[in-house]
């Protein structure tokens, strides 16, 4: 196979909705952080942490805190506790992106991804992304898990201009 056949196969595959599948079973390790700019920002250094957010996440669909304020530049360690008996994830996004993910995800509940902005949390488990902040406005995150967004699993993030 050819290296221009093989990412040919890799980009259908990853527009196609063939992923991984979002469940409670164990997720394999994470790759090399992909580095993307997104309009909330890029995934962070652990070395650059400037402060740890702790999330708790519960199964009355809610997220403890669910109003945070941080400062354009940031880098910050986002520290999720589930204290549920099911998964739960937390997803950075702007409420459009947010949209767009729980209705694919509704079409394709087995869906998985692994993103720097996302994480996934089994039952009694803790999970952690980085995220910097070098953006600012308001953004989102979400619990996009079937059901769970519709119930009002979400939250909200000002990003303040330095």
């Known amino acids: 196979m050819t290296f221009r056949t093989a990412a040919l196969l890799l980009s259908l595959a990853s527009t196609t909705g063939l992923a991984f599948a979002h469940g409670n079973e164990d997720h394999k390790p994470a790759g090399p952080v992909r580095m993307e700019q997104k309009p909330w920002g890029i995934a962070g250094e652990a070395k650059a942490v400037?402060?740890?957010i702790e999330i708790g996440m519960t199964d009355a669909m809610r997220f403890t805190p669910d109003r945070l304020e941080v400062r354009q530049g940031e880098t910050i360690r986002f520290v999720h506790?589930?204290?549920?008996?099911?998964?739960h994830e937390f997803v950075l996004g702007t409420k459009k992106d947010l949209d767009e993910h729980a209705a694919l995800m509704k079409k394709f509940p087995g869906m998985e991804h692994?993103?720097?902005y996302m994480s996934?949390?089994?039952?009694?488990?803790?999970?952690?992304?980085v995220w910097r902040f070098n953006r600012a406005g308001e953004f989102d995150f979400a619990c996009l898990l079937p059901g769970h967004y519709e119930a009002g699993m979400v939250g909200k993030i000002?990003?303040?201009a330095q």
């Open 158 to 160: 000002k990003v303040v």
């Open 120 to 129: 996934h949390v089994a039952p009694g488990q803790r999970g952690e992304i």
């Open 81 to 87: 506790n589930n204290a549920g008996k099911v998964m």
């Open 114 to 116: 692994d993103e720097p």
């Open 50 to 52: 400037t402060r740890t």
